[in-house]
C-alpha cells in the first residue's frame, strides 16, 4: 500500500525536492501508531525500524528518477 502511494505521489510531483519533502512528513506521520499503539518498547522499536526501512528504500528508489528542481523554482536540465 506504501509503495503504491509513493509511486502515485511520485507521478504527481515529479520534482524530486517536493516528493522528498511529502515523503519525509509522511513518513513522520505514520510513526505516530507505531509509537503510540504498542505496550512494550521492543515491539515499538521494531515497527519504528520497519517504518524507517521500508520508507528509505522506496523513498530512494523513487525519487531517483524525478526532475530535481532549480533554486527559482525551474526544472534543472540532468
Do not use: C, W, Y
Not at 509509537?35 to 520508507?55: F, M, Q, W, Y
Amino acid at each position: 500500500m506504501g509503495a503504491a502511494l509513493g509511486v502515485l505521489m511520485a507521478q504527481l510531483l515529479r520534482a524530486r525536492r517536493r516528493f522528498l519533502v511529502v515523503t519525509v512528513v509522511a513518513t513522520g506521520l505514520s510513526l505516530i501508531p507505531p509509537i503510540g499503539l504498542p505496550e512494550d518498547s521492543v515491539t515499538k522499536s521494531v515497527l519504528v525500524a520497519a517504518h524507517l526501512l521500508a520508507a528509505t528504500i522506496i523513498i530512494t528508489i523513487l525519487s531517483r528518477g524525478l526532475t530535481p528542481v532549480a533554486a527559482n523554482g525551474g526544472t534543472r536540465d540532468r
